[in-house]
Nanobody
Framework: QVQLVESGGGLVQAGGSLRLSCASS????????MSWYRQAPGKQREMVAI???????NYADSVKGRFTISRDNAQSTAYLQMNSLKSEDTAVYYC???????WGQGTQVTVSS
């Protein structure tokens, strides 16, 4: 059973930064694209960022220029650096092995204005 464990969420003021981590138990981590999603109360889950196996990132327009996705294949870990946070970034953030049914448990990010 593949496990994804997120960490790094919390409460931050608008304009602040957080770094989320997603540690994977799969030894095949390097073979998969990794993505981050978020779900705000009353809204659908949306993809925030994705990084390919070769390290190419892509971002939702709402976070472009503020968030950076990265990966460390040796550590089987994906990251999401979030800068210039806004209140509308408040959500539960999930990491996901793209194209599979494997999701993390989610980590809460709350941005106070």
């Amino acid at each position: 059973q593949v496990q994804l464990v997120e960490s790094g969420g919390g409460l931050v003021q608008a304009g602040g930064s957080l770094r989320l981590s997603c540690a994977s138990s799969t030894i095949a981590f390097r073979l998969y694209a990794m993505s981050w999603y978020r779900q705000a109360p009353g809204k659908q889950r949306e993809m925030v960022a994705i990084i390919t196996t070769s390290g190419t990132p892509n971002y939702a327009d709402s976070v472009k220029g503020r968030f950076t996705i990265s990966r460390d294949n040796a550590q089987s870990t994906a990251y999401l650096q979030m800068n210039s946070l806004k209140s509308e970034d408040t959500a539960v953030y999930y990491c996901h092995i793209h194209g599979t049914t494997h999701w993390g448990q989610g980590t809460q990010v709350t941005v106070s204005s």
